[in-house]
Structures are given as structure tokens and as C-alpha cells.
């Protein structure tokens, strides 16, 4: 993921996301690909009112892209922010 932090190296702001990265994400939320509706693959996820869309042959997701999907997740970028530093920490 494209990261960007300030002159203290203290805040992370996510900029876009591999989609690799984005769809592993999904999955561990408890989303299945279930159609493709023109270019994107639509993920069904658990007590979600509408799939969530992703454009697998693009290298990175972007910001608004990404917002959106945790919106209908039900999650904030601070949960995001958690998986990817614990993924980063497994090493994955």
C-alpha cells in the first residue's frame, strides 16, 4: 500500500492499496467473489446491504475506492490501518 506520513513520522495516511492486498483484506472480513458485473468482481460480505466492487486488473485501489468499501464493511481506516501493520508483522 501507498502510505504517506508527516514531518514526525507519526500519522499514516493511506493513499491506495495493491488490490492483491485490498482482495486478501476482503477475504479475511468474511467476503466472497461471487459475479463480475462488466470489468469488476463483485465480493459478497457477511451483513453487507451491497457488494462491494473490485477492478482485479488494476495494480492498486484507490483512496475513495477503498473508503467506500469499509463504509459498507462497517469498518474505519483505523481498522484497516491495524490489519495491514498486523500483516506487515506476520511478515505476509
Known amino acids: 500500500s501507498r502510505e504517506n506520513t508527516n514531518v514526525n513520522g507519526i500519522e499514516t ?10 482482495i486478501k483484506f476482503l477475504i479475511e472480513q468474511g467476503c466472497e467473489r461471487k459475479w463480475v458485473k462488466g470489468s469488476h468482481f463483485q465480493y459478497k460480505c457477511p451483513n453487507c446491504l451491497r457488494p462491494i466492487p473490485v477492478r482485479e486488473k488494476d495494480k492498486e485501489v484507490p483512496l ?4 467506500t468499501g469499509l463504509k459498507t464493511l462497517g469498518l474505519s481506516k483505523k481498522d484497516l490501518k491495524e ?3 498486523n500483516e506487515k508483522n506476520l511478515g505476509k
Open 64 to 67: 475513495f475506492h477503498i473508503q
Open 13 to 22: 495516511k493511506i493513499l491506495a492499496m495493491k488490490t492483491k492486498l485490498w
Open 83 to 85: 490489519w495491514l501493520k
